[in-house]
């Protein structure tokens, strides 16, 4: 299994809604990634697991809190975001967080706040 | 600190004809550099990378891209260009920051192909 995947597919929530979104790899890779990225640009790192530890925030805004629970599975919790942050939420996953490794994108999930 | 530069924000090629999308990056120690391709609505897909192994690297769907120390260039070429090829391409270079390796991406080419 060579592939990242990622539920849901899309999702629209309101501000004060609750949501998390979810994302899967077996390819026995140990680092993972969450990026944002908006209409028309490059993805923007968000936060990067390794060996299951957090060992990356760019200072991103705490309505967004990561989650590692096994070295397969990456959530993002989300709480009382806003209009703005709604863009298309990649995740990836490399065998290790080594500069020589690529990373492995999953489709996405496409998020819209209302 | 490293990053790259994508010269173009479009570029718009014949079918058949060669593509030639720009990549220049800013490194202080030997870079790791990535081609990655996203289609529309879509995540992103590796074409090729280089890890000073060679410097002309081949890639998928018959990509390929030259590093060129010298010019601090790593350009991504297709010698025919396909209706398929339309996408966003999407140069990436690997940098530390804090205990980690991540990767800096510029800021993307359209790339339309005319039937």
């Known amino acids: 299994d060579t592939e990242v995947t990622q539920t849901p597919k899309h999702l629209v929530m309101g501000m004060t809604n609750k949501k998390s979104l979810k994302c899967e790899q077996h390819m026995g890779h140990r680092a993972m990634y969450w990026y944002k990225q908006k209409a028309k640009k490059p993805p923007e790192l968000m936060f990067v697991y390794s060996y299951e530890k957090l060992s990356i925030n760019e200072s991103v805004p705490s309505r967004f809190s990561p989650e590692c629970p096994n070295s397969s599975l990456l959530n993002l919790h989300l709480h009382a975001l806003q209009p703005e942050d709604s863009a298309l939420y990649l995740c990836?996953?490399?065998?290790?967080?080594?500069?020589?490794?690529?990373?492995?994108f999953g489709p996405g999930t496409r998020l819209t706040v209302l | 600190a490293q990053s790259v530069t994508q010269l173009g924000s479009h570029v718009s090629v014949s079918e058949g004809a060669l593509v030639l999308l720009r990549c220049n990056y800013s490194s202080s120690v030997p870079p790791y550099l990535f081609w990655y391709v996203q289609y529309p609505n879509q995540g992103l897909q590796l074409l090729l990378k280089?890890?000073?192994?060679?410097?002309l690297v081949k890639g998928i769907n018959g990509f390929e891209a030259e590093f060129k120390k010298s010019e601090t260039s790593f350009h991504l070429t297709k010698p025919s260009a396909h209706m398929s090829d339309a996408a966003e391409y999407f140069c990436a270079v690997s940098a530390y920051g804090d205990s980690s390796y991540k990767l800096i991406f510029g800021s993307g080419t359209r790339l339309l192909v005319r039937p």
């Open positions: 990836a996953s490399s065998p290790t967080s080594n500069t020589y490794n690529e990373q492995f």
């Open positions: 280089y890890t000073s192994a060679a410097t």
